[in-house]
C-alpha cells in the first residue's frame, strides 16, 4: 500500500465516498516536499534547453545557406560536419533518454503528447511509458 494511502474506518470512508482508504496528510506533504526540487529543476532543465537550441536554429539555418554557396568539397564537408553536431545537440537537449539513463523510445512507442491521435494519455505525461517502474 502507498504511503500517502492509509486505511480509514468504514464510516469514514462512507462519508467519503471511497473504499477505505484515505489521503494521508502528512505523507502528502512529504511527497509534495521531495518533489518540489524535482519540478524545479525540471523547469530549469526545459529553460536551458530553450536557450540552447535557439542559437542552434540559427547556426543550422546560416550552415544550410553556407553549404548552397559553398563549392569546395572540403568546405561542403566541414559545414557537414557544423550540421551533423548542431543535430546532435538538439537531440540531446530535447531527448533525456540521451543523457539521463532512460532507455530510447521503441519506435513502437504511442505518443506520450496529451491528446494527440494515438496518444493512451489524456492529460500530462508523467511518466516514461517505456520504462518498466523498479
Do not use: F, Q, Y
Not at 469514514?12 to 477505505?20: K, P, Q, V
Not at 568539397?73 to 537531440?91: F, H, K, N, T
Request: proline share 12%.
Amino acid at each position: 500500500m502507498s504511503p500517502i494511502l492509509a486505511p480509514i474506518d468504514s464510516d469514514t470512508a462512507r462519508r467519503a465516498g471511497d473504499a477505505g482508504l484515505a489521503m494521508d496528510p502528512h505523507a502528502l506533504e512529504a511527497e509534495l516536499k521531495r518533489l518540489r526540487p524535482l519540478a524545479e529543476m525540471g523547469r530549469m532543465a526545459a529553460t536551458v534547453a530553450h536557450e540552447i537550441r535557439n542559437p542552434l536554429t540559427g547556426i543550422s539555418a546560416n550552415a544550410e545557406l553556407l553549404r548552397e554557396s559553398v563549392g569546395d568539397p572540403a568546405d561542403i564537408e566541414s559545414v557537414d560536419i557544423i550540421l551533423a553536431e548542431c543535430e546532435r545537440l538538439g537531440r540531446l537537449v530535447t531527448d533525456p533518454s540521451t543523457w539521463c539513463g532512460w532507455p530510447a523510445p521503441p519506435s513502437s512507442c504511442p505518443s506520450t503528447t496529451p491528446n494527440a491521435p494515438g496518444s493512451t494519455s489524456i492529460g500530462p505525461a508523467t511518466a516514461v511509458p517505456w520504462v518498466t517502474p523498479t
